[in-house]
């Protein structure tokens, strides 16, 4: 089987946790403040906080602003469903908005026609290793004194006009989830400029308390803290990033160059002003669901898009939308996902891309 995403996971990480064991320091210490600097050397963020997970990042951004019932925040109906579950959990309400037909990324101009007196925050996705259009977005939201949080999950290394993803807006935040570029198993990292902000969500992942280790609680708070095991993953992980990206775009150029007389299946666009990291390797199929159970059967793993918010069966009947979103469900009914992983091997792209163009009634190789 070709999977469609795995980690790159070898000696280092290994080594990286047997320091950890050895200092018998497996609770968030001093391995998760090292894998913090190296987070913010990465984007250039002045706080790097690491929490649980991606979808604690995002609920403690929110908290922090102050963001909760009768509040409404704009989410791209194109993404994972953590997005918008995190605005629910604040108790606000999450306000679908279409996806722009090319980059799939948030629409600025549909984000714009949903906001209404209750509307604080926009939270733009940076989809699949490229950027939302953050000129556009950061415009609108301060026409109408919206926060801005970004949701880079998927971002990481990912640069706008060369500047990190997740470091426009007040908050953002990344993912070291299992299948992202880098991993550290579970884990994400709120990212901000602002220091009172940053003590905020310090606070929410501290159970209320600016630092460890006293039990007098200023604050209401939880626990959302990080390992040392998870930081010792994310350090090796780190080390290997320069050249999971550029593998990654490797694996991208090679689609493209091998499936470029294949006129059913084309590349999602890529924004020009974006330097993106090809976390997956997207393509616009005419037969999805043909071409992805004709390679799945030569054992050739492939991923469809997000199912569309608006279409997701836990938020039926709750009110959340009842207009259409053409670009997410275009993008959906077509958009496929193909193995994209480091350790991708030339033969195993070779059977992809010969599986794709056999599809399609065309020789094996170019």
Known sequence: MIPQIEPWIDHGELDELRRVIDSTFLVEHERTREFEAMTR???????????????MALYCCLLALGIGPGDEVLVPDMTFIATANAVIMAGAVPVFCDILPDTYCLDPEDAERMVT??????????LYGQSADM??????AKRHGLFVIEDAAQGVGVRYRGRHVGT???LGI????????ITCGEGGIVLTDDDELARAVYRLKNHGRDRKGVFIHEHIGFNFSFTDLQAAVGIAQMKKLPAIIERKRQIHDFYQQALADVP???????DPQADPVFWFTSYRAEDV??????LSELGIQTRRFFYPLHMQPCYQGRGLSNRPFPAAEEAYRHGLSLPSSYRLTQEQLDRVVSGIRQY???PACV
């Not at 984007?43 to 906080?49: D, E, K, S, V």
């Not at 059913?264 to 890529?270: C, D, N, S, T």
């Not at 669901?289 to 004709?294: K, P, R, S």
Request: aromatic residues 6%.
């Open 41 to 55: 050397e990465l984007t250039g963020a002045r706080h790097a906080i690491a929490v649980c997970n991606g979808t």
């Open 117 to 126: 007196p209750r509307t604080k925050a926009v939270m733009p996705v940076h």
């Open 135 to 140: 000129e556009r977005i950061l415009a609108f």
């Open 168 to 170: 426009f807006g007040e």
């Open 174 to 181: 990344l993912s070291y989830y299992g299948n992202k570029t």
């Open 264 to 270: 059913q299946v084309r590349p999602v666009a890529l």
């Open 289 to 294: 669901e043909g071409l992805a159970g004709h």
């Open 360 to 362: 399609h009634g065309l």
